[in-house]
């Protein structure tokens, strides 16, 4: 069992940056595959990032590659997201979520948090 909170979220202007934090509490954090994804009002959740569980591998949508860096720190049962040069468009809930392997399928996270929004202002 895995519990994910999330925090960091808030109100930043366009080309501002913030830094998204996700605490996992369980016994085998370092043995999951973390991601985040996002959901805008009246849109489906969609994929934003994934890191392996080593942290050798990650993965980025193409709406926001080169602006934000996934990370994590096993010793601290953490995952980050460092989002930089942000615009309206990033506006959504965004989500962290726990799972077996590393993808971009919200069918293979098997644990959630509770989301923290995030509004970036034009």
């Known amino acids: 069992q895995v519990q994910l909170v999330e925090s960091g979220g808030g109100l930043v202007q366009a080309g501002g940056s913030l830094r998204l934090s996700c605490a996992a509490s369980g016994r085998t954090f370092s043995s999951y595959a973390m991601a985040w994804f996002r959901q805008a009002p009246g849109k489906e959740r969609a994929f934003v990032a994934a890191i392996s569980w080593g942290g050798g591998r990650t993965y980025y949508a193409d709406a926001v590659k080169g602006r934000f860096t996934i990370s994590r720190d096993n010793a601290k049962n953490t995952v980050y997201l460092q989002m930089n040069s942000l615009k309206p468009e990033d506006t959504a809930v965004y989500y962290c979520?726990?799972?077996?392997?590393?993808?971009?399928?919200?069918?293979?996270?098997?644990?959630w948090g509770q989301g923290t929004q995030v509004t970036v202002s034009s």
């Open positions: 979520a726990a799972g077996r392997t590393t993808s971009f399928y919200k069918s293979d996270y098997d644990y």
